[in-house]
């Protein structure tokens, strides 16, 4: 049972009258600089919370899985060459100042082709003709990136790695006289590790329009002869829209379009071919950050906003990390249960 009020402040008023008295009367009322000046120090009752420093600096970095779909078109001009074909054999290309220098696979490793050249082959140089081959790769990325946002920009770097199937490769003129040809492996995995900078530029509730670029190095698998190839950086421009479910979790989709070249030396000439292999992408993922907090350990702890137990603070048990929850108090259930299904039509639901 506790003591009536008056009671308590009957017994309380002398004890005050007489810290004034000692004190000086005016000195009680001063603000103490530090904790430990103050008559009760407020520590007393409240433990002070503790951090983990390196939890809340690895929440910082937001880390991304996407995959989807990519379509990647080879396409070069064979200025300063010509083609050569023959009946039932894959087209060769040869040097446009002297025929009977000859290439095979001049899309990756360059191979002299030094065999006769049986009668009724038909050539056609570039000197006379645009020349040119193209083929479509079909592709499924599957990219991963780590980045720290500040304001509207973040900046961060990442790696994908597409599983590209190279199509046959098309000429471009003379269709009827010359045939395709296709890679000896039309199956490989393109890599890519870039850099990456970007800015939130629309903002619609829950929906983000965030527009970045990735630019970097890239390898095209190790047919492709790394001695002969002068490789470009690539540039890959993107706009993604971002669903924000929480601020530890959204969903994006990122269609974007990639440029990239390489140039191949010819040995035995000082001539080079400049073949394009720009992309097109479709990315679909999740981005993902740590928690600043931990999830509260206590099984039966119903508590729906940020908590402490003892002197470290927790996260809500009651919500999972796709969910967005108002600092301030729970939005477990932001909508009611008489909005819910058939009540909606209901008058009088409860
Ligand atoms: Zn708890």
Redesign the pocket.
């Known amino acids: 049972m506790s003591k009536p009020k008056s009671t308590v402040l009957k017994r309380f008023f002398p004890i005050l009258c007489l810290i004034i008295a000692l004190t000086g009367g005016t000195s009680v009322y001063a603000q103490y600089q530090r904790e430990g000046d103050a008559t009760i120090p407020l520590e007393y009752f409240y433990i002070e919370r503790q951090h983990n420093g390196l939890r809340t600096l690895l929440s910082k970095v937001y880390f991304s899985f996407s995959t989807g779909y990519a379509n990647t078109t080879f396409r070069h001009d064979l200025d300063g060459f010509g083609i050569l074909q023959q009946a039932d054999a894959a087209p060769l290309i040869f040097d446009g100042d002297n025929a009977t220098v000859r290439y095979s696979n001049w899309t990756n490793d360059v191979t002299q082709y030094n065999d006769a050249v049986g009668p009724g082959a038909f050539s056609v140089n570039s000197d006379t003709a645009a020349l040119g081959f193209r083929s479509n790769a079909f592709g499924i990325p599957l990219k991963l990136t780590a980045h720290i946002e500040f304001d509207r920009y973040r900046i961060g770097g990442g790696y994908s790695l597409d599983y590209t199937r190279v199509g046959e490769f098309e000429p471009t003129n003379f269709g009827d006289q010359v045939s395709s040809y296709s890679l000896e492996r039309p199956g490989r995995f393109i890599k890519h590790y870039f850099g990456m900078i970007g800015a939130t530029v629309y903002r619609y509730y829950e929906y983000t329009l965030v527009v970045d670029a990735n630019i970097g190095g890239y390898s095209l698998g190790s047919d492709f002869a790394a001695n002969l190839m002068n490789k470009s950086v690539y540039v890959n421009l993107g706009a993604s829209v971002e669903r924000q479910f929480s601020e530890y979790f959204r969903l994006f989709i990122r269609p974007s379009y990639e440029v990239k070249s390489y140039k191949l030396s010819i040995p035995e000439t000082t001539q080079t071919l400049h073949h394009s292999v720009n992309a097109l992408y479709v990315n679909v993922g999740f981005t993902w950050r740590l928690p600043e907090l931990r999830r509260?350990f206590?099984k039966s702890?119903h508590?729906q906003i940020n908590?402490a137990?003892g002197n470290r603070e927790?996260r809500s048990?009651r919500h999972p990390i796709y969910k967005k929850q108002n600092p301030h108090y729970g939005e477990n259930y932001p909508v009611l249960i008489k909005y819910k299904g058939k009540n909606k039509r209901k008058l009088n639901p409860y």
Request: hydrophobic share 25%.
């Open positions: 509260c206590l702890c508590a908590h137990h927790y048990r």
